[in-house]
């Protein structure tokens, strides 16, 4: 079954650096998305992608964060500097359309700013 | 009221207990509902989408009640695997793509 992968797994990044986390959604499908989840709380909704520009973002994405699909096939989380409090498991997901179709979800990278 | 309330539990049963989990959802113009599966420290999986009527899948059964914007999701004879957080997932309508999601119900299931 087709998956979406996302590399890497556990990120550790100094304060105040750049970190690009980096996603393959499922080769067909068009809508991309990112939530993030910090332990022990909920998971959130970030951002959504369709046609190479963003369809819809949160209150958290702010302009410390940046989405951008460079080719076909990678579709990357940017964070140009980073936080204490953006500690936490970054998730992507993609899927094919928007009938009803659900969401499918990467493993996600595990992001500690120290 | 929140977007999508949940019981966190635990739920502790044994194995072949019946349980169920309720879910309540605040924006009516809510369509499509899922449950998700999270197991510790990983990604939400799709368990199923809540149709209308309700539907089965195998021991599992989730049912939507849009006149009290509530869903449930019944697990029959429950198996050591099962064991997780059940996570009821609502996009507020038709027009937005994002996914709420509610705090979870962990359920641990004992030999």
């Known amino acids: 079954e087709p998956e979406v992968t996302q590399t890497p797994s556990h990120q550790v990044t100094q304060m105040g650096q750049e970190v690009i986390l980096r996603c393959v959604p499922i080769?067909?499908?068009?809508?991309f998305y990112w939530y993030r989840q910090i332990l022990g709380q909920k998971v959130e909704f970030l951002v959504s992608?369709?046609?190479?520009?963003?369809?819809?973002k949160s209150e958290i994405f702010d302009d410390q964060f940046s989405v951008e699909r460079p080719d076909g096939s990678n579709f990357t989380l940017k964070i140009r500097s980073t936080k204490l409090e953006d500690s936490a498991m970054y998730f992507c997901?993609?899927?094919?359309?928007?009938?009803?179709?659900?969401?499918?979800f990467g493993d996600g990278t595990r992001l500690s700013i120290l | 009221r929140k977007e999508v309330e949940q019981d966190p539990g635990p739920f502790n049963v044994p194995e072949g207990a019946t349980v169920a989990f309720n879910c309540t959802y605040s924006?009516?113009?809510?369509?499509?509902f899922f449950w998700y599966r999270q197991d510790c420290r990983k990604e939400p999986k799709l368990l199923m989408s809540?149709?209308?009527s309700g539907n089965e899948d195998g021991r599992f059964t989730a049912q939507l009640n849009r006149a009290s914007q509530y869903i449930s999701l019944l697990i029959r004879d429950s198996k050591l695997s099962d064991s997780a957080t059940y996570l009821c997932?609502?996009?507020?309508?038709?027009?937005?793509?994002?996914?709420?999601f509610g705090t979870g119900t962990r359920l641990q299931v004992f030999p």
């Open positions: 992608f369709y046609n190479n520009e963003i369809s819809e």
């Open positions: 997901a993609s899927r094919r359309d928007r009938s009803n179709q659900p969401q499918h």
């Open positions: 924006n009516s113009a809510s369509q499509s």
């Open positions: 080769s067909n499908h068009l809508y």
């Open positions: 997932v609502v996009p507020p309508s038709e027009n937005t793509d994002k996914l709420i």
């Open positions: 809540v149709y209308s």
